[in-house]
């Protein structure tokens, strides 16, 4: 999905998985903010702040929720805080493995 052909301040669920739903919200005329939700209780256990130029950033994270990494290494509840804010060369996430990979 591009957005530049998601509305306006309109959140849309994008995929749905066993555990987690990801949901996307346009808030400006290049960016996109994507939300995962735990389905079992509703918390929000990341969310990433997507440009359409491809830059990303995190902005929050539940560590006990994900089993993560950053570049390659086994990544601690301190290592995702570090990176909150901090522009992303890649993060692959699988919601349905409750995976992510974090590529700085």
Do not use: C
């Amino acid at each position: 999905m591009q957005i530049k052909d998601m509305p306006m301040n309109e959140t849309v669920k994008f995929s749905e998985h066993e555990h987690t739903s990801v949901l996307l919200t346009r808030v400006e005329e290049e960016k996109m903010v994507a939300q995962y939700v735990n389905k079992s209780n509703g918390d929000e256990v990341a969310r990433l702040n997507l440009w359409a130029n491809g830059d990303s950033e995190l902005a929050a994270i539940d560590p006990s929720y994900w089993a993560s990494t950053i570049n390659g290494n086994p990544a601690t509840s301190a290592d995702l805080q570090d990176l909150i804010d901090r522009k992303l060369k890649s993060a692959n996430i699988s919601a349905e493995d409750r995976t992510i990979s974090f590529t700085l």
